[in-house]
Nanobody, 128 residues
Framework: FQVVESGGGLVQAGESLRLSCSAS????????IGWFRQVPGKERQGVSC????????YYEDSLEGRFTITRDSAKNTAYLQMNSLKPEDTDVYFC??????????????????????WGQGTQVTVSS
């Protein structure tokens, strides 16, 4: 299993970025792709996840509707559209993927070790 991320960068507050994550090695489309960020002293925290077969989504409560996750199952790729970015969104964002066996919300909050693949991370920096 493998995922490849792209799309991070440096923007000003209020601007937008789109992250992409392409997965490989999964059979069919029964898997979930999610975006995570590192929380100091904790494991990675789920920002948003999507089921690649049914499109079910999960979002962290604090996002206030600013981010949208979508998928292109034909391309095995999920996208995270990040709008109205704030300086506190600054972080390294990691893409993870795992075979689908529960709800998207439950899987987006699983321990890191339960995921099948992790990307190297992409830096998102928002200046004030």
């Amino acid at each position: 299993f493998q995922v490849v991320e792209s799309g991070g960068g440096l923007v000003q507050a209020g601007e937008s970025l789109r992250l992409s994550c392409s997965a490989s090695g999964f059979t069919g489309d029964k898997y979930i792709i999610g975006w995570f960020r590192q929380v100091p002293g904790k494991e990675r925290q789920g920002v948003s996840c999507i089921g690649m077969s049914d499109g079910d989504t999960y979002y962290e409560d604090s996002l206030e509707g600013r981010f949208t996750i979508t998928r292109d199952s034909a391309k095995n790729t999920a996208y995270l559209q990040m709008n109205s970015l704030k300086p506190e969104d600054t972080d390294v964002y990691f893409c993870g993927a795992v075979t689908d066996w529960s709800t998207v919300e439950a899987m987006c909050n699983m321990p890191m070790d339960d995921f099948d693949a992790w990307g190297q991370g992409t830096q998102v920096t928002v200046s004030s």
